[in-house]
């Protein structure tokens, strides 16, 4: 794993990961359910060679439920940090080996874990209480995260200021972490394949991105 050591949010932070598949975004690449390549996967492919072409970030994901997340972040960071006396430690963004993917977990917990935060809508919360699919329903982004850091497990805090919250420990899953590395490994193929083609038709080079256009993904 190769650690950048940027602040998640920071124009820099965006440049790191521009143009790579990421794990909050690896559930456009693998269904969890069918284990098989997912119906957006193309859809995502375009969208990074956009960002590759473009040399700028696109927004894709910019909901206000979103900077809700955000502005809730550092709250519920002291509620996990409360619940499970511990510390978090801050990271980056978090490379594979050969550069190809990453992700960027909401931090670092001892030698062996990971914690990453959701503050949802309050419907999707009740759901979350009653019907406990959280894991399900991050399970992409989760796994993909451990595969990529390395650690064992993560602690997925559902937060929210008015309702209880829930901490759910995710374990690795070594045959789903073998799939979805599997199929990232093929979207990271087909993905330089289109960089390649896109050369080979004289769509090189990235133009300047106006400071504008330079927006925040989840």
């Known amino acids: 794993m190769i650690t950048l050591d940027v602040e998640q949010g920071s124009e820099a932070w965006l440049m790191a990961r521009l143009g790579l598949p990421t794990a909050s975004q690896y559930h456009k690449v693998l269904t969890p359910k069918t284990g098989k390549l997912s119906a957006q996967a193309t859809g995502y492919r375009n969208l990074l060679l956009a960002e590759h072409v473009l040399g700028y ?76 699919a959280a894991e399900d329903d991050h399970r992409c982004q ?48 087909w993905l330089e394949h289109g960089r390649r083609e896109l050369a080979r038709r004289g769509v090189v080079g990235k133009v300047e991105a106006p400071p504008e256009r330079v927006l925040k993904l989840a």
């Open 57 to 132: 970030p696109l927004d894709n994901a910019g909901s206000a439920f979103m900077e809700r997340g955000t502005d809730l972040e550092a709250e519920a960071k002291s509620f996990y940090e409360l619940q499970r006396d511990t510390d978090i430690q801050r990271v980056g963004f978090c490379l594979t080996d050969d550069r190809r993917t990453g992700c960027s977990p909401d931090g670092f917990v001892g030698a062996d874990g990971l914690v990453e935060i959701k503050c949802p809508s309050i419907q999707v919360h009740i759901g979350h209480l009653l019907d406990g």
């Open 142 to 189: 989760a796994q993909g995260q451990l595969w990529v850091t390395g650690r064992a497990w993560l602690d997925l805090v559902v937060y929210s200021p008015v309702l209880p919250s829930l901490i759910v420990r995710v374990e690795r899953d070594e045959e789903f972490i073998a799939k979805l590395a599997q199929a990232v490994g093929q979207f990271c193929d």
